[in-house]
């Protein structure tokens, strides 16, 4: 069974730019997480999807936005970069409903870079 | 709010010795506790998780961890640290019921073994 993959594995954009980030779930899980992992500030929440809709959001600027697809594969896009968006973005995707919280299973990430 | 505290930044050991690493919460009522470890450059991958019975659970790689609820803790231990248990370790927490709130997670504890 594939995992939970994500593309991709590097980006470096400049500031101002914008940032399309990629993530496909496990077989059979709905529900796609995104996290921030910046240098010292652990694992911050982004953006919850299910069955293709926003069902939480964490405290990020609207810039920071993201949208699911019919096959659940989602994507984080981050517009007008700026140097503290450098970062490690996570995602993970889950069952759905109550089930969501018996455990995530996460990707290996997007180095995003901004120079 | 609910939060996570992992009050160790950086812990050091040497090969052979046992290791604790703290985790604090704060909830409104028991939640599903878990524990993640992250290799250099990589996702999250989970080590075990506690939903109900036995307080003492255990999980991959000789880790174990003990809910405590009288003192909102969650502790990881393993008997005897080897090399590759170098990496860093998440706690984090969320709701039986997962509703619209997503896991929480600490800020992490990074592991050092030395020989």
């Known amino acids: 069974e594939a995992g939970v993959t994500q593309s991709p594995t590097h980006l470096i954009k400049t500031r101002g730019q914008q940032a399309t980030l990629r993530c496909s779930p496990i077989s059979g899980h709905t529900s796609v997480y995104w996290y921030q992992q910046a240098l010292g500030l652990g694992l911050q929440f982004l953006l919850w999807?299910?069955?293709?809709?926003?069902?939480n959001r964490g405290n990020f600027p609207p810039r920071f936005s993201g949208r699911q697809f019919p096959n659940y594969s989602s994507e984080l896009n981050v517009n007008a970069l700026e140097l503290e968006d450098s970062a490690l973005y996570l995602c993970?995707?889950?069952?759905?409903?109550?089930?969501?919280?018996?455990?995530?299973?996460f990707g290996s990430g997007t180095r995003l870079t901004i120079v | 709010a609910q939060s996570v505290t992992q009050p160790d930044i950086h812990i050091t050991v040497s090969e052979g010795a046992s290791l604790e690493l703290r985790c604090n919460y704060s909830y409104g009522a028991t939640p599903y506790l878990f524990w993640y470890v992250q290799s250099p450059g990589q996702g999250l991958q989970l080590l075990l998780k506690?939903?109900?019975?036995?307080?003492l659970v255990q999980g991959i790689k000789g880790f174990e961890a003990e809910f405590k609820r009288s003192q909102s803790s969650f502790n990881l231990r393993k008997p005897s640290v080897h090399w590759s248990d170098a990496a860093e370790y998440f706690c984090?927490?969320?709701?039986?019921?997962?509703?619209?709130?997503?896991?929480?997670f600490g800020k992490g504890t990074r592991l050092s073994v030395i020989a």
């Open positions: 999807y299910d069955e293709g809709e926003e069902r």
């Open positions: 993970a995707s889950s069952r759905t409903g109550g089930e969501a919280n018996y455990g995530y299973t």
């Open positions: 506690y939903f109900s019975g036995d307080t």
């Open positions: 984090a927490v969320g709701p039986r019921n997962s509703g619209n709130t997503p896991l929480v």
